[in-house]
């Protein structure tokens, strides 16, 4: 009798140690896909954000070609180009830059002339602001048209878009 109850107290103790593997294998396993799901959407709200960024960079009232009080989708005047990045990245405009760091957060923007090709190159950095440690960096480049007041004629141009994920 007394052999019969420490097999079935053996049996009991197997069962439940395969319970308890099978238990800590699905948890394992629902972390797992959870964590991946996790991931994806950080992803996507990272692209948002940068989608977001490149949007306000697009459309900065700042750089818009206005005639008239009539804008110009896409449009850069040159001349705005030129002196919004040197306030940006004169050190003595630290609250000129905070105020960006609000719009921005951490990016790189860039306005480069591909057309038509001139002796002195027009590349401007409009915002640069980049973290120490980042994950990833998030490219985008939208073709804009360059105003050049001086000239009084329209260029082709791109903004380029970094945006650093933390």
């Known amino acids: 009798m007394r052999h019969k109850a420490q097999i079935k107290m053996f049996e009991t103790m197997a069962v439940l140690v395969i319970f308890f593997f099978l238990l800590v294998g699905g948890a394992a396993f629902y972390f797992q896909i959870q964590k991946s799901s996790?991931?994806?959407?950080?992803?996507?709200?990272?692209?948002?954000?940068?989608?977001?960024?490149?949007?306000?960079?697009?459309?900065?009232?700042?750089?818009?070609?206005?005639?008239?009080?009539?804008?110009?989708?896409?449009?850069?005047?040159?001349l705005k180009v030129k002196q919004l990045s040197l306030l940006l990245n004169d050190p003595e405009n630290?609250?000129?830059?905070?105020?960006?760091?609000?719009?921005?957060?951490?990016?790189?923007?860039?306005?480069?002339?591909?057309?038509?090709?001139?002796n002195q190159t027009f590349v401007y950095t409009?915002?640069?602001?980049?973290?120490?440690?980042?994950?990833?960096?998030?490219?985008?480049?939208?073709?804009?048209?360059?105003?050049?007041a001086v000239e009084n004629r329209y260029d082709f141009g791109i903004v380029e878009v970094d945006v650093y994920a933390e």
Do not use: H
Not at 52 to 74: G, H, R, T, W, Y
Not at 130 to 143: L, N
């Open 126 to 148: 409009l915002y640069k602001n980049i973290p120490d440690d980042y994950s990833s960096i998030i490219s985008t480049q939208s073709p804009v048209l360059l105003f050049d």
């Open 38 to 78: 996790m991931q994806r959407e950080i992803d996507k709200q990272q692209q948002l954000i940068a989608f977001q960024v490149v949007q306000k960079a697009l459309f900065l009232p700042e750089l818009d070609c206005s005639f008239v009080s009539i804008q110009k989708d896409n449009c850069f005047d040159k």
């Open 94 to 118: 630290e609250d000129f830059f905070i105020d960006y760091f609000n719009v921005f957060g951490f990016a790189d923007i860039k306005v480069t002339q591909i057309y038509p090709r001139v």
